[in-house]
């Protein structure tokens, strides 16, 4: 038998190893930007940013599991477990749950992409340790009882049919689709009314039991904290509920593999008696592993990423075509998506398609003027700054970073990579991305001599 003295031993003794793990990633000044990572035996891994000037943390797990990961039948069941780690754990109810984060006047919740989940709190940095109890105590202990699903799978349906009452949204979805077909990638987060109705209590839990287990999951931390005490509080928690089944297990690292997509030059209409058509037109991008990303992203910037970018003046400020136009790029592990959004009249559908289609192919062809191009990286060095001004977007991004990139790159190495993007860069990115034949997605009332003229624009 041991004794409790001896176990205290223990326990300390493999925390002062811990300690001994933590790899200072970036260094700032005065301990200003400073983030760490810890690993700690089974898989977890635990990386933090220190921010001692903000009287707030946030606090988030991000789990290594997306729609991506789901097959046929379980599409939508990465989302459904999403809403369901909030209905209950062996030491909380949901009412449990909300109520001690509101108690001291934090803001919880979660959300589900295509290859990656997070659950996060944000808190004053003294409640942080509550944060850290909770959010760990859902991620590894809940029940999801039968009939939290039963309940649960209404507010989902409900949730899905919001997001097909909203066109501008549910277009992206189309586009997934036009360009992955009925692949994991092409299938929307939330699932259909019909996988969400067929999926059960049982098929949910062996979902969880799989891809929740700490080799799974970063944990991230960013905001007026104390990376060690972080470090304790997280292994005293996934401890507790005995989450450390396997010590010698090793994390999962980073997605890799290759996915094709489909045939270029798709069309897919959806009938909708709607007030305005909701277009994309777009083609494949760049994995966002790919170096040519940085060029990428100016290029998107110039493109359709502000006021004076090349789409929104000539579809909006000349035209008056539409209110909301812009460009995105959308970057996985092993592919990536461009695309460019239009809100227009009905019977501006083809005005509009060709404006977006004329400017593509002429920036691919010939690709921007330098003064265009400076502006873009203008623009972007400061919107990446901005965006990253709160606790909560520094722990999106030390999270994503460790799960995704396996890596993390520092505010300053982000801006001299976007300084270092020459014009030719940009002008090649734009040929490769640029110069292929696009797919087109297109929700609306379009009547048919409208709709039969769609293929022109992806000719």
């Not at 292994?235 to 509920?241: I, L, N, V």
């Not at 191009?373 to 722990?395: C, H, K, N, P, Y």
Request: charge should be neutral; hydrophobic fraction near 35%.
């Amino acid at each position: 038998m041991t004794s409790r003295g001896s176990k205290a031993t223990a326990r300390t003794s493999s925390e002062a190893r811990a300690v001994a793990r933590t790899q200072t990633l970036i260094k700032g000044e005065n301990g200003i930007g400073t983030v760490r990572k810890t690993p700690l035996p089974g898989g977890l891994r635990i990386v933090t940013e220190t921010l001692p000037s903000v009287r707030s943390a946030t606090f988030g797990i991000w789990a290594h599991v997306g729609s991506r990961d789901e097959t046929p039948a379980l599409n939508g069941a990465t989302h459904y477990l999403e809403h369901l780690l909030f209905k209950g754990t062996a030491r909380r109810s949901a009412l449990d749950i909300s109520s001690a984060l509101d108690a001291v006047g934090g803001e919880m919740n979660a959300f589900t992409a295509k290859e990656y989940t997070c659950y996060y709190a944000r808190v004053l940095d003294t409640d942080l340790p509550l944060a850290i109890d909770v959010v760990c105590d859902m991620l590894t202990g809940s029940v999801i009882r039968e009939e939290d699903v039963d309940v649960e799978r209404g507010a989902i349906l409900e949730e899905i049919a919001m997001t097909e009452d909203d066109p501008g949204d549910c277009v992206h979805d189309l586009f997934a689709h036009t360009m992955f077909g009925d692949n994991p990638l092409g299938r929307p987060v939330l699932g259909t009314v019909d996988t969400v109705n067929a999926l059960t209590a049982d098929r949910i839990r062996r979902f969880y039991k799989k891809h929740y287990d700490p080799t799974h999951l970063v944990v991230a931390c960013a905001g007026n904290i104390d990376h060690n005490k972080v470090v304790r509080q997280v292994r005293a928690a996934f401890e507790k509920a005995g989450a450390f089944k396997n010590p010698e297990a090793e994390p999962l690292g980073p997605r890799t593999g290759h996915r094709a997509l489909r045939t270029a030059g798709r069309v897919e209409l959806l009938g909708r008696k709607t007030e305005q058509a909701h277009i994309v037109l777009g083609m494949p991008g760049l994995a966002r592993t790919d170096e040519r990303r940085w060029a990428l992203g100016v290029l998107n910037t110039a493109l359709g990423g502000g006021m004076s970018s090349r789409l929104f003046q000539e579809v909006r400020e000349k035209r008056g075509l539409a209110y909301s136009v812009y460009s995105y790029t959308s970057g996985f592990a092993d592919c990536g998506l461009f695309g460019v959004y239009a809100g227009c009249r009905p019977s501006q559908v083809h005005d509009v398609l060709k404006i977006c289609r004329d400017e593509l192919d002429r920036v691919a062809e010939h690709g921007l003027p330098d003064e265009e191009i400076e502006r873009a990286v203008g623009q972007l060095r400061g919107s990446t700054v901005l965006g990253l001004e709160d606790t909560g977007a520094l722990m999106n991004r030390i999270g994503k970073s460790e799960l995704c990139w396996g890596e993390q790159m520092s505010v300053d190495d982000m801006l001299a990579r976007i300084a270092s993007v020459t014009p030719d860069d940009v002008r090649s990115v734009a040929r490769d991305v640029l110069g292929r034949r696009p797919s087109l997605s297109v929700i609306g009332p379009l009547k048919d001599k409208q709709a039969s003229r769609l293929h022109d624009a992806v000719a």
